[in-house]
């Protein structure tokens, strides 16, 4: 399974989500056709753009659980995150969180205006 996490600014854009999700793709050689989720934190289960670039990738959009997320923060951590959101980190923990145990970030996350992404890939994956 892989997981594009997706963290943002308030009121973003459809059009800034897609493009942070295909700019981080694009960093690993990869697709759109290879994710199997996107995930957020439950602070952006409201994001408009967010729920909107599932629908418009055809793919589920899954708010990571707190607790999980919050077992995942460890292995990736951003202060501004922290400061803003309450919590080490969106992107990274939740991409980590949805993909499952075992998974592991492809990369650091692409920050591309207010928007970051970050892909993870389950533990179970090639």
Sequence with gaps: ?????????????????LAAIETALEAHGLAMTALSALATAPLKKDEAAISA????LNLPVVIAD??????ASPRSRCDLSQSRAGTP???EASALAVAGAGARLLG????????TCAIAISGDAP
Excluded: F, H, N, Y
């Design 53 to 56: 670039a599932g629908r418009a």
């Design 108 to 115: 650091p996350r692409t920050v591309l205006g207010p928007v």
């Design 1 to 17: 399974m892989m997981v594009a996490g997706i963290g943002s600014r308030k009121g973003v854009s459809i059009e800034d989500v």
């Design 89 to 91: 980190s969106v992107s």
């Design 66 to 71: 707190d607790r999980v997320l919050q077992l």
